[in-house]
């Protein structure tokens, strides 16, 4: 098996899934020097990739064609573990960071697939929105094969502002768990404080101006308030439809862990009443609109 092909000295990644996430790394790293390989089934995404300097191809075996190390980024565990099966058929030996959110179960079996023909998988989680993409204000847990999370370095500084060698291959996945537990619950949480000040006669700016400077504020406070004060949920960073599928994996985690989670549990039917009352599309911020209903505020 040969091990890389001739890439003439260019730091060159592979990127399949070219949405929200998949397509914001790959144009940074495009505009960072790398040579980028994409494939997306959506001739939309491959378009608006080519024309920020991505090299798109027909599938996603062309990618490992040219491409020793590649970066799945995949809406669903069906998508991810078909490239996976496409990639351990078509490739001689490559590294496949898969950075999807899925249940710990889908990593392993993706990583099984791979394995079986020589291939090595990392599982690399993402904390960050799309937005946060766009900037390269992410965060890579990263986890797997040490020396290849090693040598991955600056890869990781071309997409995000931080990454972190978790350990064993899963513990990625485990991390992000944790870390979108305390999302789900911050943006309710935001959300109910713009609501209760806003009912209060406050303007919805100089809440997100005066409690983003105090002790009250978060990160996602930080991100999502802004959205709130402006009654604006397009185009999503993280549409409610994407989220409830990852709260799903979380609270799947957590009951086989025996593990309780009250306050998560407890943001649970607001995301679900965003989703009925057609906001499944917007960003998850929106759970703003959901309470401002239900508080009879009206803007």
């Not at 949405?19 to 959506?42: F, H, Q, S, T």
């Not at 959110?101 to 998988?121: C, I, M, N, P, W």
């Not at 890869?155 to 485990?174: H, I, M, P, V």
């Not at 911020?285 to 959901?290: D, E, F, I, K, R």
Request: a negative charge.
């Amino acid at each position: 098996m040969a091990d890389r092909p001739d890439t003439r000295g260019e730091r060159t990644i592979g990127v399949i899934g070219l949405g929200l996430m998949g397509g914001a790394m790959a144009r940074n790293l495009a505009a960072g020097g790398w040579r980028v390989i994409g494939y997306d089934i959506d001739p939309e995404a491959s378009d608006r990739a080519r024309q920020k300097g991505v090299e798109t191809v027909a599938d996603a075996a062309a990618v490992a064609a040219l491409a020793a190390d590649i970066i799945t980024s995949l809406p669903s565990a069906e998508a991810a573990l078909l490239t996976a099966q496409q990639l351990a058929a078509a490739a001689p030996r490559r590294v496949v960071l898969e950075m999807s959110t899925l249940s710990l179960d889908d990593k392993l079996a993706f990583a099984a697939q791979l394995e079986r023909r020589g291939h090595v998988a990392l599982d690399c989680p993402l904390s960050g929105t799309g937005a946060q993409a766009e900037t390269k204000d992410l965060v890579v847990y990263a986890s797997g094969d040490p020396a290849e999370i090693a040598r991955l370095a600056p890869l990781f500084q071309g997409l995000g502002r931080a990454s972190f060698d978790l350990g064993a291959y899963g513990n990625g996945t485990k991390m992000k768990f944790v870390a979108n537990l305390l999302v789900a619950i911050h943006n309710v949480a935001s959300a109910e404080a713009m609501v209760l000040g806003m009912k209060a006669g406050l303007a919805p700016q100089q809440i997100v101006e005066v409690i983003g400077a105090g002790a009250g504020t978060s990160r996602v406070f930080e991100l999502r308030a802004p959205l709130m004060a402006e009654n604006r949920y397009l185009p999503a960073s993280m549409r409610c439809s994407t989220w409830q599928k990852d709260m799903q994996v979380i609270a799947a985690f957590a009951a086989q862990m025996g593990c309780p989670t009250p306050l998560f549990t407890a943001t649970e039917p607001i995301y679900r009443s965003g989703l009925a009352s057609g906001h499944g599309a917007q960003d998850t911020a929106s759970v703003c609109a959901v309470l401002e209903a239900m508080a009879g505020v009206s803007r």
